[in-house]
């Protein structure tokens, strides 16, 4: 399992499998329904093959080898040099051929370019990194390697399931060692002894973790599943059975394998994400628009989500003058759908354009004016401030502005998202005029 080499957890992670990864091989064939769940997660969120996969932290190759066959094109990269060697003997017994093996650290990527692969894999190295920080690093290496729209499979060991393992093999440990417990407990850290050996060593996750975490490194969340479905600690039976018994058992755990009642007593959870195409867009053009002056702000579902809130954004809406838009469809003409011109409807008018870039629409709004009664007002945001899209400064509204349009538009729902994330200040001082906002 990959892990950052500075990070606590890293000689340990490398000592545990380097020196036996015959356990780490076997492990899956004693935990067949984490196998199998992960298996129908992986065929059914995958892009088809040949795409290009990166198993990051993918110890001997159970999941390479099993994808590989499929007919994906799979590099396999771990720590350990001792699981790398027995993943390509296992490949050559069962006749499949890994793209590459590769050496490293999960949190240095550096080897690969950006967009190099159509999925990641990260199957271990989380839950070996002890620090926040490790953990966050390795996800956005991971981001940064993805082509986007590309997909991640990051698992995560709960916050409970060392706990649950203690009470199954070792119900003494709450007398024998109650300092390892109330620390599992208290920041999910399983630290390396102070006498150094083939220890596990893990770091240990609240299931609400992992969606902000996932969130905060540029991901948007498809889904998260226990893994174990509903046999997790008592699969003893369910794991020994064969054929169409086995096969249903496996269908049922993973239809049930999202159920958030389930997570909290789920060893494994296994999240899948997206590297989202419209933000690897919106940095793009964030870069090219600054370096041309072009003034703009992101506005609407797309501003709201670059501020936190967990929704899906289906295009991008971009406000400024009337002279930017005419001067963003030079820059882009070739991209658009509907070339900007003076529009006006009902409600709104504005020098409006819309764009393809691939998947995602851009809709340039240029001094965007809305009716009221027989005249026309200003209707653009007032407020600026930036969100940080994969180390690119993005000029956007503020939250607090974006959240009273929603409640003004009797959009509630969004509204309630939003709210839990806005500062009280701001919001307070929109809605008493002492900031002025022309939107509705």
């Known amino acids: 399992m990959s892990t950052e080499p500075h990070d606590l957890g890293g000689a340990h992670a490398e000592r545990l499998y380097g020196g036996d990864p015959q356990r780490e091989w076997e492990r899956l064939s004693r935990h067949r329904t984490e196998f199998a769940v992960t298996m129908r997660a992986l065929r059914d969120y995958l892009p088809p093959p040949p795409a290009r996969v990166l198993d990051c932290g993918g110890g001997p190759g159970r999941f390479a080898i099993a994808l590989s066959g499929m007919g994906y094109a799979v590099t396999l990269f771990d720590l350990s040099v001792e699981s790398l060697c027995l993943a390509r003997e296992r490949a050559a017994e069962a006749g499949f051929e890994i793209e590459a093996y590769a050496h490293g650290t999960a949190t240095d990527l550096s080897r690969y370019p950006e967009g190099a692969f159509d999925a990641v894999l990260m199957m271990g190295p989380l839950y070996h990194l002890l620090e926040a920080s490790s953990r966050r690093r390795a996800l956005e290496e991971a981001r940064r390697v993805l082509t986007p729209g590309g997909v991640l499979f990051a698992a995560f060991i709960t916050r409970y399931a060392p706990i649950r393992y203690y009470a199954a093999h070792d119900p003494t440990c709450l007398v024998d060692n109650p300092q390892a ?131 899906a954004v289906r295009d991008i809406d971009l406000e400024m003058d009337a002279e930017g838009a005419y001067r963003f469809g030079e820059l882009y003409a070739e991209h658009a759908v509907l070339p900007v011109s003076y529009r006006e409807g009902e409600t709104y008018r504005s020098h409006f354009g819309r764009f393809r870039f691939g998947v995602v629409v851009v809709e340039v709004m240029g001094d965007l004016e809305r009716r009221t009664g027989d005249g026309w007002v200003p209707s653009a945001t007032r407020t600026e401030t930036t969100a940080d899209v994969e180390g690119v400064a993005v000029r956007t509204s503020w939250l607090e502005e974006e959240a009273l349009a929603y409640i003004r538009r009797d959009r509630l729902e969004r509204a309630a998202q939003c709210l839990p994330l806005c500062d009280h200040e701001r919001l307070l001082s929109l809605i008493h005029g002492e900031q002025r906002t022309d939107v509705v």
Request: with cysteine; aromatic share 8%.
């Open 181 to 311: 417990l109330e620390q599992i407990l208290a920041d999910g850290a399983l630290p390396p002894p102070d006498d150094p050996g083939s220890e596990f060593v893990a770091y240990f996750s609240w299931p609400q973790e992992v969606h902000s975490l996932l969130r905060e490194a540029g991901y948007e969340v498809q889904a998260v599943l226990g893994v174990e479905g509903l046999v997790s600690m008592i699969e003893g039976g369910v794991n020994q059975l064969q054929g169409e018994a086995w096969e249903r058992w496996a269908d049922l755990n993973y239809q049930v394998a999202g159920d958030t009642t389930l997570h909290g007593c789920a060893e494994h959870l296994l999240a899948i994400a997206v590297r989202p195409q419209w933000r690897a867009v919106l940095r793009q053009l964030a870069s090219s628009l600054a370096d041309a002056r072009v003034e703009y702000k992101v506005v609407g579902g797309a501003a709201t989500a670059l501020h936190g809130v967990p929704i």
